[in-house]
């Protein structure tokens, strides 16, 4: 199983990015789809997940701004995210979660900047 995760950069206080994770191998069809970040200095934290039934998973800081969507037929995740912060600056993992074992993609930085 890999995960490829794409989208990150660098964008203004204020702006929007829209982070994409294809997975490809042998995918289970019940699964959960997901992203976590981890900022200089500090532990990896959930940012947001979705399973393949549909139902999300927020942490509190991404309520209101971000939105996850996923698309099961191409085993893609995506993070819309708007309104960012420079405290958002991260390294962004996108994440599959299947049959009791997890799997990390190779992480996309995101820095929110003026």
């Known amino acids: 199983v890999q995960l490829q995760a794409s989208g990150g950069g660098l964008v203004q206080p204020g702006g929007s990015l829209r982070l994409s994770c294809a997975a490809s191998?042998?995918?289970?069809?019940?699964?959960?789809m997901g992203w976590h970040r981890q900022a200089p200095g500090k532990s990896r934290e959930l940012v947001a997940t979705m399973n393949s039934g549909g139902s999300t998973n927020y942490a509190d800081s991404a309520k209101g701004r971000f939105a996850i969507s996923r698309d099961n037929r191409q085993n893609t995740v995506y993070l819309q995210m708007n309104s960012l912060k420079p405290e958002d600056t991260a390294v962004y993992y996108c994440y599959l979660s299947m049959r009791g074992n997890n799997y990390w993609g190779q992480g996309t930085q995101v820095t929110v900047s003026s």
């Open positions: 191998g042998s995918i289970s069809s019940i699964n959960i």
